[in-house]
């Protein structure tokens, strides 16, 4: 497992793609949502759990 640290450019509104392999606590079809103010920064938190499935939660919106 880890922590991936995923920062929003100038512009912001960007948002990320997860395979089918990404798991988001809850079951929340809205779990992989970031942050999409400018410059904000949104920390991922992952553990996997076999060759084809990652349990992950994402801290929105924390201090770098």
């Known amino acids: 497992g880890?922590?991936?640290?995923?920062?929003?450019?100038?512009?912001?509104?960007?948002?990320?793609?997860?395979g089918s392999y990404w798991h988001f606590a809850g079951g929340d079809a809205t779990g992989g949502v970031l942050?999409?103010?400018?410059s904000a920064v949104d920390a991922l938190a992952y553990t996997v759990v076999s060759a084809s499935s990652i349990v992950c939660y994402i801290h929105k919106a924390v201090a770098d």
């Open 35 to 38: 942050s999409t103010a400018a």
């Open 2 to 18: 880890g922590v991936i640290m995923l920062t929003q450019d100038g512009t912001g509104g960007r948002v990320a793609s997860w």
